[in-house]
Nanobody, 124 residues
Framework: QVQLVESGGGSVQAGGSLRLACAASGYTYSTNCISWFRQAPGKEREGVAA????????YYADSVKGRFTISQDNAKNTVYLQLNSLKPEDTAMYYCAAKKVVGSWSDPQLFGSWGQGTQVTVSS
């Protein structure tokens, strides 16, 4: 049973930073894709960034390139998402999700394991 636990959300002003963490357990960490998604009220869930835990390849949505950085600590089975230069439009519930390395990193329908989410609120 895959378990994912997010932490690190909060409220910041525009231009600020946050670091989210996704602690993973219950499966072979090194052979998976872990993605961060976000969902704002009334909007669809969108892929933000992903990392392939085996080789370390990373992927980003255009809206966050240059501002967000995804990384991992293999010893802790934890994936991080560093959020810099935050904008009010980044306000959303952020979720991490895991799947095998097959298919798109940003299609939420391909992910069967999800964390509970952590709220990020950016004020102007």
């Amino acid at each position: 049973q895959v378990q994912l636990v997010e932490s690190g959300g909060g409220s910041v002003q525009a231009g600020g930073s946050l670091r989210l963490a996704c602690a993973a357990s219950g499966y072979t960490y090194s052979t998976n894709c872990i993605s961060w998604f976000r969902q704002a009220p009334g909007k669809e869930r969108e892929g933000v960034a992903a990392i392939y835990t085996g080789g370390g390849a990373t992927y980003y949505a255009d809206s966050v390139k240059g501002r967000f950085t995804i990384s991992q600590d293999n010893a802790k089975n934890t994936v991080y998402l560093q959020l810099n230069s935050l904008k009010p439009e980044d306000t959303a519930m952020y979720y991490c999700a895991a799947k095998k390395v097959v298919g798109s990193w940003s299609d939420p329908q391909l992910f069967g394991s999800w964390g509970q989410g952590t709220q990020v609120t950016v004020s102007s």
